[in-house]
């Protein structure tokens, strides 16, 4: 920490660029420009240095680019040199290596609290992302630039992104920077809203509880009364009271979403805000007060605006809904929609994206391609959010997450226009939703600590800075603020349970649900295709492992384990599972010499619980003896695993009391209970399963590290509920329907989730596999999710890791894909191999030639490079999820677990975006 706060004051006040000479062939940083080479910068302020920068004019990999700009690097002992542990450069200190050993002995993947991280941006892009491939699987483009920062940053890169900014990077000279993530600098307090308050104040302004009536007024304003609904969802969650207000709603179809009479067309703002609460309360839009709503906003988009020369009433432009009349009301009818799963009209994703201004602020008022455009930020925060939902729009998304960090003042509040005399809270609370939304957590952290200060003694909010009087239009939006969620993922919540749940137990050990009802041909990917791509000589090495990105036969056990589960889900290749299974058990060697145990630390000091609880589990799942696998008894390694208190620096074992030793990931804690639970060790699990419930966060998510950042991950939840739904008994199973209802609702428009790469596959697997454990609820969900994979899938049969992120056919991501699409939980996956004959083994591998493809081609992009699995635990098939996405994109993650990401992202190993 003391390192993290000594780089806090180094750039609080400034950073000086420095060119690196390091090695003789280093590129001088003014040869690499926007159309040629790529620059890497180095942030050697946690050890008293500055950044450091270096230019390749002919960029391989992330990897070489480093090392070609002019610096020196040292992997960890455990998975090479491609997870990169220390950095150095003769352009500080003499080119000493940090972290030094004193304070990290590179042995194992470091812990997220300090590590080197991997943030990558593109020639247009103003902000950093956090890798999605490790260094050594990235392959820079003329004019990115390449960040590594030392310090702390949770799996995804939601924190720790660099206090500089890429055009400074870019920049011949040496730069002041300013905040870029978020951040308004110091001394904004942090403050949260009294939610409760708020909402007890909104419940109060229903009259008879059932809606709310202006002053001196008898008919109820329906508009108000929608918002009152998503400030009582957010704030109390489901139960009479918002039923109340529900059934109120749905008597109020008419007149007020069809104000010209039943047979009209619907007003479409309305229609939209009555579509969304019942969303938010688990009702159906397609039928509210005997409406169809969204298939009325359908029906009613304009095919064309006055240009065609026949105006018509309540169009402005091709693509509007109905009476949308402006973008506030367009938005809101997209992602009615999306929500209501609901693919919008492609000519009204166009419209709300014509509304976007050159300087990423949106409109409020509908234009035409070459109108005069000004944008404001309550606009701007309500559609960024709605056009990331959307997919496709990433550019205007980033000019608008851009657009909004500047016009945050210092205070962390925003004006509702330049030049207003006060700071609107109405704004402010818009654009704190759409921040956090963005990934922008520190600047919307800040506007709700503004905010905080602005909130009334009765609970309520005024419109502007000062205001002493509350408004209901304020207190809304604000109380959303509050709660950290937006009209993109709000949801009421079920109420605490009173009582325990009255659902059959599942069986004392083994299944915890039946196996998923396979889905007909046609229905998900070709998983023969996709085992094929797993199994062909070039990928599966000597048909026994996979190698970890360096070609060098340094075996990648996690992703080999991954691949090994896939088959086993699919049963297409049980001879080549076995082949796998008998390698891995036999203490089959790589060609460095290495073995499973090796890769686990079983028997040493540095013993990961998660990656031996990952062995163990493919044991279970083949059924073999865990218990003598390898000669070793992989249970009693888990036990013996598990931490009895949290350790104390410098000792890194124990995150804390219940957790697997070095394995600080949701995904290894799952993998630890899995293997122990199934070999019927409950009582021994006992403190591993309660350290695990105790990480779900209120929302129904898990955190994708421990201990917790705070970050909320699709893989690490959808891990969580299939480790929690195998425990005996039913008391986890709140827990479980909490994940699988969150986990339903981060599904993007296209069928995919977000991972750590993106709309990862990984992810995508994942949830499949989680939403299986109520198939019949989740059917939808699960339909969309398997045609997104089948999107991905390549001719090769392998899959990209992310739609968005760099194509070809990646293993890790191919191997969760095949086995996720299966809808098999880990809890319950079995395979026998009684009758089958392993495959042939070659005393030799011929050369493996790598040639990336856009549909696989034959070629694979590993993105986990080096160390892949290695971490976490396991790294299931990656996941991205953050991980390492991890790792290799997607992150290594998986299943993995995670190892830490540590692994996990196994710090993507390779670094990869490191973790």
């Known amino acids: 920490m003391s390192l993290i706060s000594a780089a806090a004051v180094t750039f609080a006040a400034s950073v000086a660029f420095v060119t690196g000479t390091g090695p003789a062939a280093a590129d001088?940083?003014?040869?690499?420009?926007?159309?040629r080479g790529a620059i890497v910068a180095v942030d050697f302020g946690p050890f008293g240095g500055g950044v450091v920068r270096g230019c390749d004019t002919t960029p391989t990999t992330g990897y070489d680019l480093l090392h070609e700009g002019g610096f020196t690097t040292e992997g960890t002992q455990h998975d090479g040199d491609g997870f990169i542990c220390r950095i150095g450069t003769s352009a500080f200190n003499s080119g000493k290596r940090y972290p030094t050993p004193a304070t990290e002995d590179c042995v194992l993947t470091p812990q997220a609290s300090s590590y080197w991280s991997y943030w990558i941006a593109s020639p247009d892009e103003e902000t950093w992302s956090y890798s999605p491939l490790g260094a050594m699987s990235r392959k820079?483009?003329?004019?990115?630039?390449?960040?590594?920062?030392?310090?702390?940053?949770?799996?995804?890169?939601?924190?720790?992104?660099?206090?500089?900014?890429?055009?400074?990077?870019?920049?011949?000279?040496?730069?002041?920077?300013?905040?870029?993530?978020?951040?308004?600098?110091?001394?904004?307090?942090?403050?949260?809203?009294?939610v409760p308050a708020a909402g007890r104040w909104v419940s109060a302004q229903l009259r008879d509880g059932t809606a709310v009536v202006d002053e001196g007024a008898e008919s109820p304003n329906d508009l108000l009364t929608t918002e009152a609904l998503y400030a009582l969802a957010a704030a109390n969650g489901k139960g009479a009271a918002l039923d109340k207000v529900a059934a109120h709603l749905a008597t109020r179809v008419v007149p007020y979403a069809y104000p010209n009479g039943s047979d009209a067309a619907p007003d479409a703002t309305a229609a939209a805000r009555l579509a969304l609460a019942a969303v938010i309360t688990g009702r159906d839009p397609h039928d509210v007060g005997g409406r169809d709503l969204l298939g009325d906003l359908v029906k009613h988009v304009c095919p064309a605006g006055p240009e065609a020369g026949s105006p018509t009433p309540g169009c402005t432009g091709k693509g509007d809904f109905h009476g949308a009349t402006n973008t506030d009301g367009q938005a809101l009818s997209v992602l009615a929609l999306l929500r209501g799963a609901v693919e919008p009209p492609a000519a009204t994703v166009t419209r709300l994206a014509q509304q976007a201004c050159p300087n990423g602020s949106v409109s409020s008022t509908f234009i035409r391609p070459g109108e005069n455009c000004t944008g404001d930020p309550m606009s701007t925060a309500l559609v960024a959010p709605v056009l990331k939902a959307v997919g496709g729009h990433d550019a205007a998304v980033t000019k608008a997450r851009t657009y909004l960090r500047k016009a945050q003042s210092e205070t962390g509040a925003f004006l509702a226009y330049e030049g207003a005399p006060a700071a609107s809270v109405t704004t402010t609370a818009y654009a704190a939703q759409a921040l956090r939304a963005l990934g922008e957590t520190k600047a919307a952290d800040a506007a709700v600590a503004w905010l905080s200060r602005e909130q009334l003694d009765g609970g309520g909010f005024g419109f502007d800075a000062g205001d002493t009087g509350p408004a209901l239009y304020a207190t809304v939006p604000a109380v959303l603020a509050g709660a950290g969620v937006d009209l993109v993922s709000l949801v009421a919540k079920d109420p605490e349970p009173s009582r325990p749940p009255t659902t059959p137990a599942p069986p004392a050990t083994g299944s915890a649900t039946p196996r998923p009802t396979p889905r007909p041909p046609g229905a998900g990917p070709d998983l023969k295709k996709g085992v094929a791509f797993l199994t062909r000589p070039s990928n599966l090495l000597q048909g026994r492992y996979y190698d970890d990105g360096t070609r060098k036969g340094r075996a990648e056990f996690g992703m080999t384990i991954d691949g090994a589960y896939a088959l086993a889900a699919t049963g297409h290749d049980d001879n080549a599972l076995r082949t796998i299974v008998d390698f891995l058990a036999d203490g089959g060697k790589d060609g460095t010499g290495r073995t499973v145990h090796d890769w686990s630390g079983i028997g040493t000091k540095y013993a990961q619980g998660g990656r031996i609880g990952k062995a163990a589990l493919l044991a279970q799942a083949v059924e073999r003896d865990p218990r003598d696998f390898g000669g070793r008894d992989l249970i009693a390694a888990v036990t013996d695993a598990v931490c009895e208190k949290p350790s104390t620096a410098p000792d890194k074992s124990c995150p804390a009391e219940g957790a697997y030793t070095y394995s600080p990931s949701v995904f290894a804690q799952s993998l630890g209970i899995l293997a122990q639970v199934r070999a019927g060790e409950e009582k021994a699990a006992e403190a591993p399963i309660a350290y695990l419930a105790s990480l779900q966060h209120d929302s129904g998510a898990w955190p994708s590290l421990i201990p917790s950042t705070g970050d909320s991950d699709v893989d690490s939840t959808a891990m969580a509920a299939m480790t929690l739904d195998l425990v005996p008994g039913d008391a986890h199973a709140p827990a479980v329907d909490k994940a699988l209802a969150w986990i339903a609702g981060r599904q993007l428009a296209d069928g995919g989730f977000p991972g750590a790469s993106g709309n990862s596959v990984n992810s995508a697997g994942l949830a499949v596999q989680g939403l299986s454990l109520d198939a019949e609820k989740y059917d939808a969900q699960i339909t969309k999710a398997l045609k997104f994979l089948t999107s991905q899938q390549n001719k090769d049969g392998g899959f990209n890791v992310a739609k968005n992120g760099q194509r070809g056919s990646d293993i890790r991501a191919s191997a969760q894909a095949v086995g996720g699409a299966t809808g098999i939980s880990f809890g319950v996956l079995s395979r026998s191999l009684e009758g089958t004959t392993p495959n042939p083994v070659p005393s030799s591998s011929a050369p493996v030639i790598v040639t990336p493809g856009e549909n696989g081609g034959g070629g694979i992009v590993n993105a986990d490079g080096p160390g892949g699995g290695g971490g976490d635990g396991g790294s299931l098939a990656s996941t991205g999820v953050q991980a390492l996405a991890l790792a290799a994109a997607a992150a290594?993650?998986?299943?993995?677990?995670?190892?830490?990401?540590?692994?996990?992202?196994?710090?993507?190993?390779?670094?990869?975006?490191?973790?």
């Open 28 to 35: 001088p940083v003014d040869r690499c420009t926007s159309t």
């Open 140 to 194: 820079p483009k003329a004019g990115d630039v390449d960040a590594w920062v030392f310090g702390a940053t949770d799996i995804g890169g939601s924190t720790g992104r660099p206090s500089f900014t890429p055009d400074e990077v870019r920049a011949s000279g040496g730069a002041t920077p300013t905040p870029t993530d978020g951040s308004t600098g110091p001394g904004v307090p942090a403050g949260k809203i009294d």
């Open 892 to 915: 290594v993650l998986v299943l993995a677990g995670r190892l830490a990401v540590v692994a996990a992202r196994d710090r993507r190993t390779a670094a990869g975006g490191q973790r």
